[in-house]
């Protein structure tokens, strides 16, 4: 119905059952565990990709498991992987290149098995050497305005990503110029973020409860 939001089961599933792995676990073998986890769900996914289509293996709830779990790996590790800076930039420009020459090929081979089981590690791959690029170059932002609007920005992150379809679906119907169409998407997908972020998602945010140290 509104497909966007296919990883919502995802998340949710994820959250029941993750805090099962927890409490069997100690801070010995926590970890291990979770690496074990997601390679088991890896070996999983060689052999579905035999099974199911394309579509059902990028947002099937217990195929995409290892997307959030690879979340949680890498956060641990975030220290150790950043003081391998050099390791991370040539990661970045590889995997990059590897996705940008390349998509038109995995997207017409979306079908084949291995095809598709690459293309998702290929993705989790390159959005991990990317967050930690980001992650790297943020102490070079010094320009106040500018770290004001990235912070905007990535607050408003998420509503972006539940109304951005819309809108390409809506503009690419109307059938303007290129030009047009890309300076009115951008300008409704950052109004409609803003308004949906502010009187939406924070006053919700607002209401957890708070942590006591």
Not at 10 to 24: D, K, R, S
Not at 118 to 138: A, R
Not at 154 to 176: D, V
Request: hydrophobic share 55%; charged share 15%.
């Amino acid at each position: 119905y509104y497909p966007v939001v296919w990883h919502l089961s995802i998340e949710e599933f994820f959250y029941l059952i993750f805090p099962l792995i927890i409490i069997t676990s100690n801070n010995e073998n926590f970890i291990s565990r979770a690496i074990y986890i997601f390679g088991g769900i890896i070996i999983v996914k060689i052999f579905f990709s035999y099974i199911v289509d394309a579509n059902f293996f990028r947002t099937g709830t217990l195929l995409r498991f290892d997307a959030i779990l690879l979340g949680f790996i890498i956060a641990h590790f975030k220290d150790y992987l950043l003081s391998k800076k050099k390791l991370i930039f040539i990661s970045f420009i590889f995997f990059t290149s590897v996705y940008l020459f390349n998509s038109n090929f995995f997207i017409d081979g979306r079908d084949v098995p291995y095809l598709k089981f690459i293309f998702i590690l290929l993705m989790q791959v390159t959005s991990t050497v990317v967050m930690l690029v980001f992650i790297l170059m943020e102490p070079l932002i010094t320009n106040k305005n500018f770290r004001k609007f990235s912070l905007l920005i990535s607050e408003q992150a998420y509503s972006i990503y539940l109304f951005h379809m819309i809108l390409i679906y809506i503009l690419k119907k109307l059938n303007y110029s290129v030009f047009f169409s890309s300076s009115v998407y951008i300008i409704l997908c950052f109004l409609i973020s803003t308004l949906v972020y502010k009187f939406f998602e924070k006053p919700i945010m607002k209401l957890r409860p708070k942590i006591i140290n």
